[in-house]
């Protein structure tokens, strides 16, 4: 059985498909979730993480159906394990706390699917029979656990630049997303958006400093998840 590099960037992870699917998880989700307390806290907690987790089961060689299993199922197990107590921050960072929790759902999908295989044909013919994450990553560039570094500091970049663009000037974020994020030139920044190259650079220099505030924040609200 073939599996996707861990590398493999997932380009569609923004369409309308990708969110109106994001959406019906969400308020999937939420139906398990209402006789809890504070379910507005979990609400903000899907939409915080739900990129995060399927980007990564993504990435890991699941299937799409299959990455929004895991979705589910990591948030609903951090539901659990927060009613009861179960996250202990002394023990851990909370990014490490959820890399586990996605790394045992993404497992618990690929012996699913064997299991599923498994039905139709031969076990002597099932390839990575019992196959698991760790198991996939040895023979790909990255580890599971660089992936999910990369895609959490994917996920924060994304999350400050959400926050960015709702307090900036419109066009100055559209310079700065031309400029530095696609890392066009500045001529053809000119051209496209009929501005100055003055223009160019005030507007790196004042979103550069928004975003770098922004996420120190993000960072700082991390470290607070941690605390006891």
């Known amino acids: 059985m073939q599996h996707p590099p861990l590398h493999q960037s997932n380009s569609d992870i923004d369409s309308p498909i990708i969110y109106e699917h994001a959406e019906s998880t969400r308020k999937s989700l939420i139906a398990k979730l209402d006789n ?33 299993d895991v979705v589910q199922e990591t948030i609903l197990a951090i539901a659990k394990q927060s009613r009861k107590n179960q996250y202990d921050p002394q023990q851990g960072s909370f990014k490490s706390w959820l890399l586990n929790l996605t790394r045992w759902r993404i497992n618990d999908q690929f012996r699913k699917r064997n299991k599923d295989t498994a039905m139709f044909i031969a076990s002597d013919d099932l390839e990575d029979n019992g196959a698991t994450v760790e198991q996939i990553a040895d023979d790909k560039t990255q580890s599971f656990e660089q992936l999910w570094e990369n ?23 559209q310079i700065f997303d031309y400029y530095v994020l696609r890392n066009w030139d500045v001529a053809k920044v000119r051209r496209q958006l009929g501005v100055s190259t003055a223009q160019i650079y005030l507007a790196k220099h004042r979103i550069k400093q928004v975003l770098e505030k922004e996420l120190r924040y993000l960072a700082k609200q991390e470290e607070q998840n941690e605390k006891p």
């Open 36 to 68: 809890w307390e504070d379910q507005q806290t979990w609400n903000d907690f899907y939409r915080t993480y739900w990129r995060l987790i399927f980007s990564v089961a993504h990435n890991a060689g699941l299937r799409d159906d299959e990455a929004w």
């Open 151 to 173: 895609e959490w500091n994917q996920h924060r970049l994304k999350a400050a630049l959400e926050r960015v663009k709702a307090q900036v000037n419109p066009k100055q974020f």
